[in-house]
T-cell receptor
Framework: DAGVTQSPTHLIKTRGQQVTLRCSPK?????VSWYQQALGQGPQFIFQ???????QRGNFPDRFSGHQFPNYSSELNVNALLLGDSALYLC?????????????FGSGTRLTVV | TQLLEQSPQFLSIQEGENLTVYCNSS?????LQWYRQEPGEGPVLLVT?????EVKKLKRLTFQFGDARKDSSLHITAAQPGDTGLYLC???????????FGSGTQLTVLP
């Protein structure tokens, strides 16, 4: 049973460029959440998708946008990249059948902006 | 302002020692989870606690949820080098499905 799959694993972009990160949730999960994690810090919530709609959003600018597809997979898009966007981007999936929202995380995408 | 405060931020101990990590907040959580993360990997769920005063044990790890559901602790007995990692607490408020994470405790267990 595959867990959460994220791609790519590493990415280097230039300031001002745009990037798209991808996530396939664990089989049976219908909700995808995206987090940004700076080195040695806890993950910061970006947004959450369920039924192809953004349901909740953290304190991130509109440069961060996302999408969820009918097969529950998801994309995170970041426009006009800044040096400060360099971080590990984590995708977590869960199911609405789990009352306590146990998350399964992917290994993340390490984004470096130069 | 961090919603969940973890302490200590860093902890380096010798193999065989005991340790406790704390997770505190002024908010009440409907549930609280503990994760462990190793370098280059995503966090892995260790436990979920939902009832005030609840205690759960996972081998040498003991998790406790505060009576008021505002704080939690993780106690490790006889730590081993394999316990090394970033320990994260995460809470859900009310019916929100969003998990808010603490800043993490970086544990290093020396052989």
């Amino acid at each position: 049973d595959a867990g959460v799959t994220q791609s790519p694993t590493h990415l280097i972009k230039t300031r001002g460029q745009q990037v798209t990160l991808r996530c396939s949730p664990k089989s049976g999960h219908d909700t995808v959440s995206w987090y940004q994690q700076a080195l040695g810090q806890g993950p910061q919530f970006i947004f959450q998708y369920y039924e192809e709609e953004e349901r909740q959003r953290g304190n991130f600018p509109d440069r961060f946008s996302g999408h969820q597809f009918p097969n529950y997979s998801s994309e995170l898009n970041v426009n006009a990249l800044l040096l400060g966007d360099s971080a590990l981007y984590l995708c977590a999936s869960s199911t609405t059948q789990d009352r306590y929202y146990g998350y399964t995380f992917g290994s993340g995408t390490r984004l470096t902006v130069v | 302002t961090q919603l969940l405060e973890q302490s200590p931020q860093f902890l380096s101990i010798q193999e065989g020692e005991n340790l406790t990590v704390y997770c505190n907040s002024s908010s009440v959580f409907s549930s609280l989870q503990w994760y462990r993360q190793e370098p280059g990997e995503g966090p892995v769920l260790l436990v979920t606690v939902v009832t005030g005063g609840e205690v759960k044990k996972l081998k040498r790890l003991t998790f406790q949820f505060g009576d008021a559901r505002k704080d939690s602790s993780l106690h490790i007995t006889a730590a081993q080098p394999g316990d090394t990692g970033l320990y994260l607490c995460a809470g859900a408020i009310n019916s929100a499905r969003q998990l808010t994470f603490g800043s993490g405790t970086q544990l290093t267990v020396l052989p």
